[in-house]
Nanobody, 115 residues
Framework: QVQLVESGGGLVQPGGSLRLSCTASGSIFSINAMGWFRQALGKQRERVAI???????NYADSVKGRFTISRDNAKNTVYLQMNSLKPEDTAVYYCYLNVRSFDYWGQGTQVTVSS
């Protein structure tokens, strides 16, 4: 059983920053990738950022230069530092974990960017 616990969402003004955290627990062996997806109201879920076992990263074009993904392997935790937030970043953010080709998802944390 794998569990993902997210934290760090909230309300922030445009131009502000937030940091999301996600800690994985349970039967975790050979993590292939961790990352973040988001889903805005009325839209499909989209990938925001991924960090793979070799520490390579990928970002959605819309967040490049503003968001940074990082990982603490000892804590099985992935972070998403979000800077220069825009109203269009408003969404539910979901933590993602791939272990041995199985995908796991967190419960989601709301990020709202509004003045």
């Amino acid at each position: 059983q794998v569990q993902l616990v997210e934290s760090g969402g909230g309300l922030v003004q445009p131009g502000g920053s937030l940091r999301l955290s996600c800690t994985a627990s349970g039967s975790i062996f050979s993590i292939n990738a961790m990352g973040w997806f988001r889903q805005a109201l009325g839209k499909q879920r989209e990938r925001v950022a991924i960090i793979r076992s070799g520490s390579s990263t990928n970002y959605a074009d819309s967040v490049k230069g503003r968001f940074t993904i990082s990982r603490d392997n000892a804590k099985n935790t992935v972070y998403l530092q979000m800077n220069s937030l825009k109203p269009e970043d408003t969404a539910v953010y979901y933590c993602y974990l791939n272990v041995r080709s199985f995908d796991y998802w967190g419960q989601g944390t709301q990020v709202t960017v509004s003045s």
